[in-house]
């Protein structure tokens, strides 16, 4: 049996651009790409907390140490600048891999500047 796994996520990422005449896709700083492991072109599922708004697209990359985070094409209908989201890419595992597999969650603040990195979410308490 295979599970489909939260694999990537970069928690509370600030938009800083919506691009809507340009090619398609999620343009996201080099560094919290190689952070998160999420790789270009792989299909990411934004969350914007701004405005409640789910959609899948593609990573693609922006300037390392940029801070960018930009909603390019017809996605840049659902998130503007400012907008807090949450960006994920999850992985298909089997039993085997399972075992010692542990997600890449990076954690952001307004400015996008890393504030913590955490391979698991802490328990939701009552």
Same mark, same amino acid.
């Given at each position: 049996?295979?599970?489909?796994?939260?694999?990537?996520?970069?928690?509370?990422?600030?938009?800083?651009? *919506?691009?809507?005449?340009?090619?398609?896709?999620?343009?996201?700083?080099?560094?919290?790409?190689?952070?998160?492991?999420?790789?270009?072109?792989?299909?990411?599922?934004?969350?914007?907390?701004?405005?409640?708004?789910?959609?899948?697209?593609?990573?693609?990359?922006?300037? *390392?140490?940029?801070?960018?985070?930009?909603?390019?094409?017809?996605?840049?209908?659902?998130?503007?600048?400012?907008?807090?989201?949450?960006?994920?890419?999850?992985?298909?595992?089997?039993?085997?891999?399972?075992?010692?597999?542990?997600?890449?969650?990076?954690?952001?603040?307004?400015?996008?500047?890393?504030?913590?990195?955490?391979?698991?979410?802490?328990?939701?308490?009552?």
């Amino acid at each position: 049996m295979q599970l489909t796994m939260l694999k990537a996520k970069l928690h509370r990422a600030c938009v800083t651009h *919506a691009e809507l005449d340009y090619e398609g896709s999620c343009a996201i700083d080099s560094q919290l790409l190689d952070l998160s492991g999420i790789r270009e072109y792989e299909q990411i599922h934004i969350y914007n907390v701004t405005n409640g708004e789910r959609f899948i697209t593609y990573a693609i990359r922006a300037e *390392a140490n940029s801070r960018v985070v930009s909603v390019n094409g017809a996605a840049a209908h659902k998130a503007q600048p400012g907008d807090r989201l949450i960006i994920c890419s999850y992985a298909q595992l089997d039993q085997q891999e399972l075992a010692r597999f542990k997600p890449q969650l990076v954690y952001l603040d307004e400015h996008n500047e890393i504030i913590g990195q955490r391979n698991q979410i802490p328990v939701q308490v009552a």
